[in-house]
């Protein structure tokens, strides 16, 4: 029996969702910066940035970015006004259900959404690798990081998600990104835009101008049988030397 106190409604989530602002991106990006100088500057007792491996850094870069820079006044707009939280390897299921259990390096989520979005699935979705000699852009940053994007792993309601590179002395973003996306590889990286420098996005010591880039991607939405289109990435790279 039902009280019949709600009139139907569709509720179908629009597909993808609608963009994020570059302001809201510009923001996040500049709190990254942000928690990257203080890891440079105010090194942790125990912590060690030239020999932690992904996981040890990422955990510092999130640390950093969520009880430093979030809320603190640091970054103009980064706050509980606009976003809701920042959160690690949060369990995230991937486009078609095959694993419930994908985990993005960071997820920031915002205080307003777009009407009928699915809220689960809305946010700035953030993949992070080192870039190195013992991970080279093309076989580590695109083929376990961006690949995640193109195939419906991470960001699949999402329009734009972002890339961060940390990076060794002499791996620099348009010089390295534009040949391993260029190079053959077992599961294909279709670019149709890029990567190419932001110009809004500032240089710092640490850190690269953001380029981006535009991938189409691989899958179609199961819940309606459209194709997922483009999705525009970000990419920031942060230096681990000077």
């Known amino acids: 029996m039902t ?8 509720n179908t989530a629009p597909f993808p969702h609608p963009p994020l602002s570059l302001r809201l991106h510009l923001i996040v990006e500049q709190a990254l910066r942000a928690a990257w100088e203080i890891m440079l500057s105010q090194v942790r007792v125990g912590f060690d940035l030239q020999t932690a491996d992904e996981d040890t850094i990422t955990l510092e870069l999130y640390q950093r970015l969520y009880d430093e820079i979030f809320n603190k006044g640091v970054v103009d707009g980064f706050d509980g006004n606009i976003f809701t939280s920042v959160h690690r390897e949060p369990k995230i299921r991937n486009f078609n259900y095959s694993n419930p259990d994908k985990m993005p390096d960071l997820f920031v989520d915002f205080v307003d959404r777009p009407a009928r979005v699915m809220n689960s699935q809305h946010g700035l979705f953030i993949e992070c690798k080192p870039v190195d000699r013992e991970h080279p852009t093309g076989s ?45 590889r077992k599961e294909p990286i279709s670019t149709s835009f890029g990567p190419s420098n932001c110009t809004k996005s500032v240089i710092t010591t640490s850190a690269e101008q953001v380029a981006i880039s535009k991938h189409p991607r691989t899958f179609d939405y199961v819940e309606n049988g459209s194709p997922a289109g483009t999705i525009t990435i970000r990419h920031l790279w942060l230096k681990r030397e000077s």
């Open 3 to 10: 009280l019949n106190m709600f009139e139907e409604a569709d």
């Open 140 to 184: 580590a940053y695109c083929d376990k990081g961006l690949i995640r994007f193109i195939r419906g792993d991470y960001a699949w309601t999402m329009q734009s998600a972002m890339m961060v590179g940390y990076t060794r002395k002499g791996y620099t973003l348009l010089d390295k990104l534009p040949k391993a996306l260029k190079s053959k």
